[in-house]
């Protein structure tokens, strides 16, 4: 089957083995203008370095885009789904699925601005990368044209990869040793999958974890912290405002030393498999316990439960790519109106890979203590409690009246 025509396509670019043998590829493949574009959120490398590896693979000069996306990732992205308290399965924060849609966008945005009429990323086709990748393409875009090389090349190993490279002159840099797994980080994040991972049995390598330390070299004194909330967002930290990115950030620095955040689940992929993943979400883990907190004393009973049944379906959307449909901006709406009173304090205790909840308080609390005191009190009559047990009974009291008549006449 014949390719489409592509004049310029704009490639989410790392600067690694992979996104630039698919440069190259491209290049060769299409015969078209390629684009350049880098994101920083937060992964922890360099990401310059990828504008000299573009130059020296021919791209010009104001086709290469290297961006710092940090506040914008966390303020826009990871912000309103910890609002929405959002777990998949149970487990996973979400921290590789959260960040596709900000990167998608960027390209669209570029390609609008650069004239281009196609996107390219380097997601397999096995995975969940290439869903959410796509489908935000689509979202914002239905008219570009998606080339994913790898459904379409025969590419299909590291040794393929290394060979294309050097028989193209794409310059790749060694740093000894390669790590054994997969991995994606952001700021948010980091995650490991493949190598010894594949064996469900297996135990983690102590030294594949990058970010925390291990629960036995974790201080053996607690550390106390306490983060202030505007409308649902953490604002401060031990009373020191920050911005988005910087506030994750501190709490990384707090996870890291104290062990905490660290996962081994098996998940169930968009795609139809399972897949073992390692994650490290030390800030986020922080985060997650802290604002669940805050929201236990400014949430109405019911608007607290309504918001916890939205929460599986909002979580499985991130995860499935959605997060441009128009029901994952619905649910947020709703999930963001609830969030006007959650304001206030939370203190926490970090020990041992552990987040204890040690205080909480609000100028917006409904914990009312003349009411929830187990001491006498003037304001609650206990005898009310009668009346509303008792029609809150009364249907299985009517069907037991019936279920025993119906017993005597079968007598």
């Not at 102590?206 to 983060?227: F, G, L, Q, V």
């Amino acid at each position: 089957m014949s390719k489409k025509k592509v004049n310029k396509v704009v490639l989410a670019y790392s600067g690694g083995l992979d996104t630039s043998v698919i440069l190259k590829w491209l290049q060769e493949t299409y015969n078209c203008e390629v684009v350049t574009f880098t994101a920083d959120i937060g992964q922890g490398e360099e990401v310059e370095p990828a504008r000299q590896k573009a130059l020296q693979l021919g791209i010009k000069p104001e086709n290469i885009f290297i961006e710092d996306l940090k506040e914008e990732f966390v303020r826009d992205y990871v912000f309103p789904m910890f609002r929405a308290n959002a777990i998949y399965e149970g487990e996973y924060l979400l921290g590789t699925s959260i960040a596709r849609p900000l990167i998608a966008k960027r390209q669209i945005e570029i390609a609008r601005q650069v004239g281009a009429d196609a996107v390219a990323h380097g997601a397999t086709g096995k995975g969940n990368d290439q869903v959410r990748f796509e489908v935000a393409y689509l979202a914002l875009n239905p008219d570009i044209t998606v080339i994913a090389p790898w459904r379409e090349w025969d590419l299909n190993s590291r040794e393929k990869l290394l060979k294309f490279a050097e028989e193209h002159g794409i310059p790749i840099e060694k740093h000894g040793k390669k790590s054994p797994y997969s991995m994606d980080a952001n700021l948010l994040h980091i995650s490991y999958e493949g190598g010894i991972l594949e064996d469900p049995w297996s135990e983690p390598e102590e030294d594949m974890w990058r970010w925390t330390n291990s629960i036995e070299e974790a201080p053996n004194e607690p550390e106390y912290i306490t983060i202030d909330f505007e409308k649902g967002n953490p604002v401060a930290i031990n009373g020191e405002p920050m911005s988005p990115a910087q506030l994750l950030a501190a709490l990384n620095d707090y996870g890291n030393r104290h062990g905490i955040g660290r996962i081994d689940i098996v998940e169930n992929r968009f795609v139809g498999m399972k897949s073992r993943g390692c994650y490290e979400t030390p800030g986020g883990t922080i985060l997650l316990k802290a604002h669940r907190a805050i929201e236990s004393i400014t949430l109405d009973r019911e608007e607290a439960h309504e918001k916890d049944k939205m929460m599986p379906k909002y979580a499985e959307l991130i995860y499935n790519g959605f997060w441009f449909s128009p029901e994952r901006q619905m649910m947020q709406a709703a999930i963001d109106r609830t969030q006007q009173n959650v304001n206030g304090s939370v203190r926490l205790k970090l020990h041992k890979g552990n987040v204890f909840v040690v205080g909480r308080k609000s100028p917006n609390s409904l914990f009312a203590p003349e009411f929830s005191t187990f001491e006498a009190d003037e304001v609650y009559n206990q005898k009310d409690a009668e009346g509303f047990i008792k029609l809150n009974a009364l249907r299985f009291i009517i069907e037991g009246h019936v279920r025993k008549q119906q017993q005597k006449e079968k007598k």
